[in-house]
């Protein structure tokens, strides 16, 4: 047998599969996880907003000295319990809230008034509070000056409970910078215009500092007699209800204006309290501008950051 009978068949070269390119390799996005992610996230931000804490930005002047306009400040939501206020969203807003609302018989589709609060508890004299009043859907925030059952009326500014007037202490003026923010350019302010030793313009605000009953402490601005707030007739706050006052006396609208005004139109439901303000985290004087970051950190005020919005107690006057 020949050399070539015995040689055993080589075997051929199999072709081989292409690699992989570095796009093939990359993982694919799986837009259902990422959507579920977004979501969760979302719910968790407005779970934390409805139930325990929210941010809440200070647009008007009626809790100076309090407060003034362009504070930005924490609310909590928890220590009145919760109620239909308690949600971030408490109606859909624009076309589509408006659409919704008439298949139901509203303006816009909300959350309709619900009786009652979750682990409720009444506020303390004092306390200032987010309310939403009963015929807006927008946030107040005043000073809780009467509880259920009291019996509250006013007399050339003062306010009277249960037949004893409110102590009242004259104290220096506030001296509030002007900026775009506080111009202090209407008619009722203008006059108190005056420039401070630093040579910057201040709005000299008449400051009087009322004590509660239970020794809660707080400044107001008065501008003087003959306000058209100044009187209001003698009221029992009903059950469930509370009355409340901007620190800015001349300048609220609050319980003692109708809804009409918009103001509250008397005592406002306990359900209609959406939290408590705690403290200020930063407050702008009205320059910044979206498109200037610089802008974000010149319009911040000093000296605002951090205060306390608890009222100071002092010692309760015997009964």
Excluded at 81 to 99: E, F, N
Aim: proline share 11%; with cysteine.
């Amino acid at each position: 047998m020949s050399i070539e009978d015995t040689a055993q068949p080589q075997p051929q070269p199999q072709p081989q599969a292409p690699l992989p390119s570095a796009a093939d390799s990359r993982p694919k996005t799986d837009w259902w996880a990422e959507a579920k992610g977004v979501f969760w996230l979302v719910l968790a931000v407005l779970a934390f907003h409805s139930f325990l804490a929210k941010p809440f930005y200070i647009p008007s002047e009626s809790m100076m000295p309090t407060l003034i306009k362009g504070d930005r400040l924490v609310v909590t939501k928890y220590p009145y319990g919760w109620s239909y206020v308690s949600p971030s969203i408490t109606r859909i807003p624009g076309a589509p809230g408006r659409w919704l609302g008439r298949l139901t018989g509203q303006d816009y589709l909300s959350i309709p008034f619900i009786h009652g609060r979750l682990f409720g508890h009444l506020p303390q004299r004092g306390d200032v509070v987010i309310a939403k009043p009963p015929t807006q859907y927008t946030d107040y925030i005043k000073r809780v000056i009467g509880l259920p059952g009291d019996r509250i009326e006013l007399r050339n500014g003062v306010v009277i409970l249960n037949g004893v007037p409110v102590k009242r202490q004259f104290l220096s003026p506030a001296m509030i910078p002007i900026d775009p923010n506080i111009p202090c350019d209407t008619p009722d302010v203008y006059r108190l215009r005056v420039t401070g030793p630093d040579g910057r313009e201040y709005c000299q605000m008449p400051r009087v500092r009322e004590t509660l009953p239970n020794g809660v402490s707080y400044d107001t601005i008065d501008l003087g007699p003959g306000g058209q707030n100044d009187d209001y007739p003698a009221l029992t706050i009903p059950e469930g209800h509370v009355f409340l006052m901007g620190d800015n006396r001349d300048q609220s609208a609050d319980s003692r204006v109708s809804s009409m005004e918009g103001g509250l139109g008397g005592p406002v439901p306990v359900e209609n309290l959406g939290g408590r303000a705690e403290f200020i985290t930063f407050s702008l004087d009205g320059t910044s501008t979206l498109w200037n970051p610089i802008s974000w950190f010149t319009a911040m005020r000093g000296g605002r950051a951090g205060t306390s919005l608890r009222p100071a107690h002092a010692e309760a006057p015997a009964q």
